[in-house]
T-cell receptor, first 112, second 110 residues
Framework: SQTIHQWPATLVQPVGSPLSLECTVE??????LYWYRQAAGRGLQLLFY??????ISSEVPQNLSASRPQDRQFILSSKKLLLSDSGFYLC???????????FGPGTRLTVT | GQQVMQIPQYQHVQEGEDFTTYCNSS?????IQWYKQRPGGHPVFLIQ?????EVKKQKRLTFQFGEAKKNSSLHITATQTTDVGTYFC??????????FGTGTRLQVML
């Protein structure tokens, strides 16, 4: 069976510090991978998606970036965090773009 | 771009009452998916509907896909406290991504 891991579960970072969130998927190959952000009580905002190694599509221009160094690894990064970067970051995978998505447990980021 | 709206945004019901959330897309969808997110948790896939007019049931949950494949509904019969959460619909938009609806938050009161 497939599993998706995200870490850390919670993170408190000062403004201006760097960020690296990692997501890995097990039990499948060549998945589509997605990064979402969710503000408290709000919907899902798609940040990045990837259909293959090294292929990244950005949905929202901001100070975040994503990379996919391996088939089942997706990394979300920032060089300098802003207060507005606080939120719940979710990684998800799917077999293809029309298929259902499976979400990881998420990382709660608070920028202070 | 494609927009997917859900109504209502919030719904408070007494335990045992029924609940319905509606999902409307600005474009025709090849399929519609429903997810549930418990408070503090991550979205969990519930079901996918593909055919026009399709109806599927999961215990007390009934999902329907509209004839024009632009709208959908989720109906919960006799709500329980375990039904609390936010329900999202989602449909394939432009290539490689789903467009998620705005969500309906359900609160069940004893």
């Amino acid at each position: 069976s497939q599993t998706i891991h995200q870490w850390p579960a919670t993170l408190v970072q000062p403004v201006g510090s760097p960020l690296s969130l990692e997501c890995t998927v097990e039990g499948t190959s060549n998945p589509n991978l997605y990064w979402y952000r969710q503000a408290a009580g709000r919907g899902l905002q798609l940040l990045f998606y990837s259909v293959g190694i090294g292929q990244i599509s950005s949905e929202v221009p901001q100070n975040l970036s994503a990379s996919r160094p391996q088939d089942r690894q997706f990394i979300l990064s920032s060089k300098k965090l802003l207060l507005s970067d606080s939120g719940f970051y979710l990684c998800a995978w799917s077999r293809g773009w029309t298929y259902e998505q499976y979400f990881g447990p998420g990382t709660r980021l608070t920028v202070t | 771009g494609q927009q997917v709206m859900q109504i209502p945004q919030y719904q408070h019901v007494q335990e045992g009452e029924d609940f319905t959330t509606y999902c409307n897309s600005s474009t025709t969808l090849s399929n519609i998916q429903w997810y549930k997110q418990r408070p503090g948790g991550h979205p969990v896939f519930l079901i996918q509907l593909v055919k026009s007019g399709e109806v599927k049931k999961q215990k007390r949950l009934t999902f329907q896909f509209g004839e024009a494949k632009k709208n959908s509904s989720l109906h919960i019969t006799a709500t329980q406290t375990t039904d609390v959460g936010t329900y999202f619909c989602a449909g394939p938009g432009t290539a490689s991504k789903l467009t998620f609806g705005t969500g309906t938050r359900l609160q069940v009161m004893l």
